[in-house]
């Protein structure tokens, strides 16, 4: 028989049981208090863990374990105020940014005692209202459908979170404390289980990727002929390459290029994950609003396809490769090759393997953000010198090899989201009574 539902006037939530009730969130709130950051730790008894947004661990709706959280000092009095109790929910009221806004909650399930920043606020439940873990899933539902964004006011790139007005404007829906309790546990071993496969996953793609790693590294510093004869080369970063490969100054294969940007060129940006493309193509696909508008093209650097990008200020990942004509920050070092002796497509493979990022690494001074690069880091490490047939096989051997790794890695990311959204809609179904818990 199918259950009696009515319209709960919440244009969110939609139908529900009959039996649910309707209540402001305000009334499920017995305490909420400020977070404060306390004074640098001294030591003494009044030293305590201080949670941070940072310690969130928001898919897991908990604190990440850790063994090196955050020690702070207070006095008595805030110690009192602030100490954490099991079943607290702390809210993000401040922080956030464009792809996580802030509002996320966590729940207190910790045994050690802890304060917790500025940045967060408390929530202590009513006890006799509603159960701290049912209302913890509805806020996670409330902030995954996107609805916390009505509550959320930006300044000076900062966003805050106006939880009095949620708090006072939003409603939810409750059933008896039984029935939230059955509810609960219902998530607990769902969520759970999703949990696992997710966390599975992303092993599973962690492997695939050091797995590509280690055969874009032997194909390009070992060649892809299992009975080539090896020889000592005298370039220690590389070790033993095939005997007709040569030693070579990387001054002979690539030059700096030190063209200014020409007036009406479309702006680069290189990134790790999408390589050298358009900036507006890169701020679509990041979901971010571009803020400021370059015009002043003589501190911009021209860029050719077939350029070798390196970045002087946060060296992590090697050499990009650009496809593409166009300006781009003064903070690259631009490197054009010198295609009698160099096959791009084979140096694109050669400067992400492992080998040569630590070694280049190595010759880096560390600055605050990353590692200072200059073009005299690249004329450090000498190179190889390849038949240009060779590069070409070699090239042509990874491009298929990681191609066959990348839809590996796709079908496993798409897994993911896939699971992510059947866990958002599962929390959605319960918390609001559209599928029915017994």
């Not at 546990?185 to 769902?190: I, M, Q, R």
């Not at 680069?268 to 508008?293: H, N, W």
């Not at 040569?356 to 690494?361: D, E, K």
């Not at 001074?365 to 690249?378: C, I, K, P, T, W």
Request: aromatic share 10%; proline share 3%; with cysteine.
């Amino acid at each position: 028989m199918a259950r009696e539902m009515k319209d709960s006037g919440v244009e969110w939530i939609g139908e529900i049981p009959r039996e649910w009730e309707v209540k402001r969130v305000k009334s499920c709130i017995s305490d909420r208090t400020a977070g404060n950051w306390g004074e640098d730790k001294k030591n003494n008894e009044d030293d305590f863990i201080c949670i941070r947004v940072a310690d969130f661990d928001y898919e897991r709706m908990r604190i990440k374990k850790a063994n090196n959280y955050t020690k702070r000092n207070y006095n008595k009095t805030i110690i009192k105020k602030l100490l954490l109790k099991e079943n607290d929910i702390l809210i993000e009221k401040s922080g956030g940014g464009e792809k996580t806004p802030v509002g996320r909650t966590i729940i207190f399930k910790e045994k050690f005692p802890a304060l917790y920043a500025n940045f967060i606020e408390r929530l202590r439940v009513n006890f006799n209202i509603v159960n701290p873990m049912f209302l913890q899933y509805l806020f996670v539902t409330f902030y995954k459908n996107k609805y916390i964004l009505n509550y959320i006011k930006q300044t000076t790139g900062i966003q805050n979170l106006d939880i009095t007005s949620m708090l006072t404007n939003e409603r939810i829906v409750l059933p008896l404390l039984e029935k939230q309790e059955k509810i609960v546990n219902f998530l607990d071993k769902k969520v759970s289980d999703i949990d696992l496969i997710i966390e599975k996953t992303k092993i599973t793609i962690e492997d695939y990727k050091k797995y590509k790693q280690s055969i874009i590294t032997e194909a390009v510093t070992k060649g892809i002929n299992p009975n080539v004869e090896m020889k000592d080369n005298g370039i220690e970063w590389i070790g033993e390459i095939p005997k007709h490969w040569k030693k070579i100054n990387p001054k002979a294969l690539f030059f700096q290029r030190k063209e200014k940007a020409k007036k009406g060129e479309r702006q680069l940006t290189a990134s790790q994950k999408y390589g050298v493309i358009y900036q507006d193509d890169f701020m679509k696909k990041e979901g971010v609003r571009v803020t400021v508008v370059q015009k002043d093209f003589d501190i911009l650097k021209h860029v050719e396809p077939n350029d070798f990008v390196i970045s002087m200020r946060s060296f992590q990942g090697g050499l990009e490769y650009s496809e593409l004509a166009g300006s781009i920050s003064s903070a690259y070092v631009m490197l054009i090759p010198n295609l009698e002796k160099v096959t791009p497509r084979f140096f694109k493979y050669f400067f992400k393997s492992s080998k040569y990022i630590n070694a280049l690494q190595s010759t880096s001074n560390l600055v605050r953000d990353g590692q200072a690069m200059r073009y005299s880091n690249f004329t450090q490490l000498y190179l190889v010198e390849i038949p240009l047939e060779e590069q070409n096989q070699i090239a042509e051997y990874l491009d298929k090899k990681t191609s066959e790794i990348d839809t590996l890695i796709t079908k496993k990311e798409a897994l993911i989201t896939e699971l992510e959204e059947y866990k958002k809609s599962l929390i959605y179904e319960c918390v609001t009574g559209k599928k029915e818990i017994k």
